[in-house]
């Protein structure tokens, strides 16, 4: 019975795995290209499997707009038995897979397409019918007006829309800004109310898993006359500070001739005159240099702050035309603070010691909501975040430099702070010699005791072992002793018995 399971079974995934027939299987709807782009058709195909010595021989791609001999003879647009080089590429194998690619696809490859394959045994050959349907269109970006006539200003209203006219549920939008994706997607990109700043190339990228195509467009935003700055800019005395800025004018034709960038405590006719912290057409080296450029970005770097600083900035900028001229008012403002790091004792005085607690602050006092601040010690950064470092209990090993970093999007500063905490530290050198001297005589002084003890031993089992073998000698001389008084008694009686035979 086992057995018979065991064959029904057998037969069944023979079944599933083997084929015993011929076929070619094709995508169930139209596939859709971009004309000038790639698309990929896939295939796969199969025939009797029951011989399995069966080979294919010969691939053959045709198109029905010039082959209407079901692909049984030329034209084909691709044909295994002939090296050539055109827009269609064969990316299947000799087995299942028939993938046709196309290249730069074009109107004209509009249309069905079918597989042919050609085995080894005779009559073995087998067309794919109906076919692989493949549709061509060209990709679309279209500028879509909301509101405003004419030339783009600023605060018009549109779409852009992007469209590929044939059927194709899998797709997939991308957009992108002067190859910078952007985070929209979907085949439109709206903008409610355009600014300068929105000037630029726009690509729209289409998707399938079969086939994509992209295409650019660009949006030219004309702007009236004017400056944009931001809040109140914190810096820390000592270090640099970046103020944004950007400008615009009505015609993008216009050139820019003369940049200025002037300080409200020093410069009271509107930034119109001299003095200058900044002026494009003299070369000076000082703390305020720009980072902007002739088009629209006026951002201003000033290094090594000073409290003399702080005040109201005014960029100015003058073009190639008549009265072609503007300051933004009423300004950037900046505030000037030093970067304070306090200890702040919770328990303990005096002299710092092992258990007291205490908290490390960090402080700039100016406005700014969007402070980091970063600690570090002996320039290894710590975990902690935040202007408050926390010691509930400090040890020795707490001992060492703290340094409080503050950052914003703009200006960053660092300052440091000692911290010495009195104690024996285990990790301190000297602690460790001193352990060191105390570990390693103590170890000398035992191992000279042992030695002492081996010796001693060694001694007093040498002087018993001399005490035994002297009291063999002795005992051996005793016996020789008696041996000799014994045989000098024999020999007297033999004398005396020698003189009583005499007589």
Same mark, same amino acid.
């Given at each position: ?73 030329? $034209? ?56 692989? =349907? ?122 820019? =001739? ?25 070369? =000076? ?44 008012? $009423? ?63 400090? =040890? ?32 301190? $050198? ?74």
């Amino acid at each position: 019975m086992k057995m018979l399971h065991l064959s029904v079974i057998l037969l069944t995934l023979s079944g599933v795995l083997a084929h015993s027939d011929w076929g070619v299987n094709y995508p169930n709807n139209p596939i859709c290209a971009v004309r000038g782009f790639s698309v990929s058709i896939p295939c796969s195909y199969y025939y009797p499997t029951s011989k399995p010595n069966i080979q294919v021989t010969q691939k053959l791609w045709c198109s029905m707009n010039s082959n209407t001999d079901k692909c049984q003879n030329p $034209p084909y647009v691709y044909n295994s038995a002939s090296i050539t080089t055109s827009d269609f590429e064969y990316a299947g194998d000799d087995k299942s897979d028939c993938t046709l690619l196309i290249h730069n696809v074009q109107f004209s490859y509009s249309g069905e397409y079918r597989f042919r394959f050609i085995t080894d045994v005779s009559g073995g050959m087998w067309t794919g019918e109906p076919g692989a =349907t493949l549709q061509v269109a060209d990709l679309k970006v279209s500028l879509i007006r909301l509101s405003g006539i004419g030339t783009l200003k600023q605060g018009d209203s549109l779409n852009l829309t992007c469209d590929v006219n044939c059927t194709q549920s899998s797709s997939q939008f991308v957009w992108s800004k002067n190859n910078e994706r952007l985070n929209t997607s979907g085949p439109v990109l709206h903008f409610p109310a355009v600014t300068v700043r929105d000037s630029g190339s726009y690509t729209c990228t289409w998707k399938t898993n079969r086939a994509s195509g992209s295409k650019a467009i660009s949006l030219l935003v004309e702007g009236g006359w004017g400056v944009n700055y931001t809040t109140p800019i914190c810096a820390v005395r000592g270090f640099s500070v970046s103020i944004p800025c950007s400008y615009s004018y009505p015609q993008h034709n216009y050139q820019v =001739t003369q940049k200025l960038w002037c300080s409200m405590n020093s410069n009271t006719d509107k930034c119109q005159n001299p003095p200058y912290v900044y002026n494009s057409a003299s070369i =000076t080296t000082s703390d305020f240099e720009y980072a902007g450029d002739d088009k629209s970005n006026c951002t201003l770097l000033i290094h090594n702050v000073q409290f003399s600083y702080s005040g109201t900035y005014r960029f100015r900028f003058i073009t190639n035309v008549s009265g072609g001229m503007w300051t933004g008012e $009423p300004g950037q403002i900046l505030q000037v603070s030093d970067l304070k790091v306090s200890l702040i004792r919770l328990s303990g005085n005096g002299t710092l010691k092992q258990g007291d607690s205490l908290n490390l602050t960090c402080d700039v006092n100016c406005t700014q909501s969007s402070s980091q601040f970063v600690w570090s010690k002996n320039n290894e950064r710590l975990n902690t975040s935040g202007p408050v470092l926390h010691f509930p209990a400090v =040890t020795v090993r707490d001992s060492g430099n703290y340094t409080c970093t503050w950052k914003t999007n703009r200006a960053s500063g660092s300052k440091m702070i000692s911290l010495l905490v009195e104690g024996d530290n285990p990790e301190n $050198p000297d602690h460790w010699s001193v352990w060191m001297i105390v570990v390693v005589t103590g170890g000398l002084i035992i191992i000279i005791l042992a030695i002492a003890a081996v010796i001693y031993h060694r001694r007093s089992v040498h002087i018993e072992q001399q005490k035994e073998d002297d009291s063999d000698i002795y005992a051996n001389a005793q016996q020789k002793e008696d041996d000799s008084d014994i045989y000098a008694n024999a020999q007297q009686k033999e004398d005396d018995s020698d003189i009583y035979a005499n007589v």
